[in-house]
Every structure is written in C-alpha cells, then in structure tokens.
C-alpha cells in the first residue's frame, strides 16, 4: 500500500468554508498524539523512515484508538508519498515498553487537532484533512492510497487538483513531516 500525501500551510476557517462549497463530506475531529521512534540498528532521519506510535481519540464519539506506523522513505521529489504499514495496538503503553526494551528510544510527539472530510476527485477519493498542529502551525493535508507504485503519479496529480479547487496553491507543498517541523521550531 502507498499513500499519497501532499501538505500545505492554509488558514483553516477558510479553507473550511471552501470544502463545504465543494460538497466535501465533513467525517470527524480527532485529536492524535504522535510519538515518534529512533532506531538502535540504523538513522531513521539518515533513511527518511519513520516507525511512530499513534493514539487517537475522538471527542465527538467517546472513542480511543492506538495504532503503530512504519513509514518508508519518501518514493518520488514532488510529494509525500511513501510506502506505510499500519496497525492496531491493544495496549500502547505496552507497545511503548517492548519498544524500548528493543533499543528503540523516543525522539518526540507530536500532538494535533484534525477535521477530516471526504472529496472526490476524477479517479480517485481524497480525504482533505485540517491540521492543528502545536507548535507547528495550521495546514492542509490531501491524501489518499494507492495499491501500486504505478498510480503514485495520476493519484498525487489529483491531490494538486484537490488543493486547486480549493484555492490553495500546491508550489506551496511542504515535503517536511510535522515531526521535523517541529523539531525545526
């Protein structure tokens, strides 16, 4: 699986108006806290990888959810786009302590406030996400999966055509993770 990821820096009042004009789908609002990894074996900055630990809630249906990530090195020069592994964990704490009985060390968190809605585009469906992101600022992220390395190009075509139509200028595409804007600040 790839997701195809691009980012830019928005204000979100507005960009949140524009998304209801073009009948996005408003899905929820979560908040996420990113704690992100350093390998014992090997520079995760160094490779462009990253294996984090993700706890998600979401206010508005009382839920909690806690799922770990690797992410692969960044696949191509013009977006996020990167090979990821995902899934869900019973226990993050636990997971957190056979982590670093591995060696692996924490190196940050990140924590944001997220709006995700649902927009279509040509072939493919895109969730445009509305970031909060402490310490860091407020951006837009349009994404969505593709099965093969193949799709990577005409899926990140249609994300720059989703940031088009909502009047956000995709030469404005950040290709730095929130981790690293954070560490930046």
């Known amino acids: 699986m790839y997701e ?8 979100l009042e507005a960009v949140r108006s524009r998304l209801e004009a073009h009948d996005g789908t408003r899905e929820r609002a979560i908040v996420q ?3 992100y990894y350093d390998a014992p074996h090997r520079s995760f900055v160094e490779t462009d990888e990253a294996l984090r630990i993700r706890r998600e809630s979401n206010p508005e249906a009382g839920s909690d959810e806690t799922r770990i990530t690797y992410k692969g090195p960044l696949l ?4 996020k786009s ?11 704490e636990t997971m957190d302590t056979v982590l670093r009985n591995l060696g692996f060390e924490p190196a940050a968190t990140v924590r944001k406030e997220r709006e995700r809605f649902a927009l279509e585009n040509d072939e493919y469906s895109y969730t445009v996400t509305l970031d909060s992101v402490d310490d860091v ?3 837009v992220e349009v994404e969505t999966e593709v099965e093969t390395e193949a799709d990577l190009e005409s899926a990140r075509d249609g994300a720059y ?6 009047d956000l200028d995709p030469d404005e595409q950040l290709r730095t993770s929130y981790l690293g804007l954070l560490l930046e600040s």
């Not at 195809?4 to 204000?11: C, F, I, Q, R, T």
């Not at 191509?76 to 977006?79: P, R």
């Not at 990167?82 to 993050?92: I, L, Y």
């Open 137 to 139: 600022g407020e951006y």
């Open 76 to 79: 191509d020069e013009e977006s």
């Open 161 to 166: 055509g989703v940031l088009e139509r909502l």
């Open 33 to 35: 806290e990113d704690t």
């Open 82 to 92: 990167r090979e990821e592994h995902e899934t869900a964990v019973g226990d993050g």
């Open 4 to 11: 195809v990821e691009v980012k830019v820096p928005a204000d």
